[in-house]
């Protein structure tokens, strides 16, 4: 249910804003992939804290999630490995089927996540994660 009102949410941002929404500082965060896109294609989340994602895969083909530093982007930009399981920055999504995973930033930084499936970056599936210390997040709701 907790999936459903976020979901709700950001579809209601999308539709007042007219624009992708941006996911707030938050220990959950739900991804579309709709036409070989990630939606919302931002997310700002929490050091230190597992944050629970849902993947939703709309598309009638498979996509993969995959969150980290440029290292990892380049590793599967040139790898082989056709199917994601069992690295929670590490996610293979059928089509139209969902996965969750739950992932911990332990630095704040930024970090790219893509679908490195052939074409699929150069079409624009990308996104960033952006990750802010705890005492951000405080300051943030205070």
Known sequence: MTVLRLVGALLLAVLV?????????TDEAAIAFH??????????????VPIHITLNNDDPI????????????????????????????????PPYASR????????PGEFAFVCHLPGHEE????????????SARVARAS
Not at 100 to 107: E, H, I, P, S
Not at 123 to 134: A, D, E, H, I, R
């Open 17 to 25: 804003s007219g624009s992708a929404p941006t996911v707030t500082p």
């Open 100 to 107: 969750v995973t739950t992932v911990v930033f332990d630095q």
């Open 62 to 93: 498979a996509h993969e999630w995959i969150v980290g530093p440029a290292s990892i982007h380049e590793v599967h930009r040139k790898g082989t490995e056709a199917w994601h399981e069992g690295r929670p920055n590490e996610v293979s999504v």
């Open 35 to 48: 036409f070989s896109r990630f939606s919302p294609d931002r997310a700002t989340v929490p050091a230190g």
């Open 123 to 134: 079409y624009g599936m990308k996104g960033l994660v952006t990750v802010v210390s705890n």
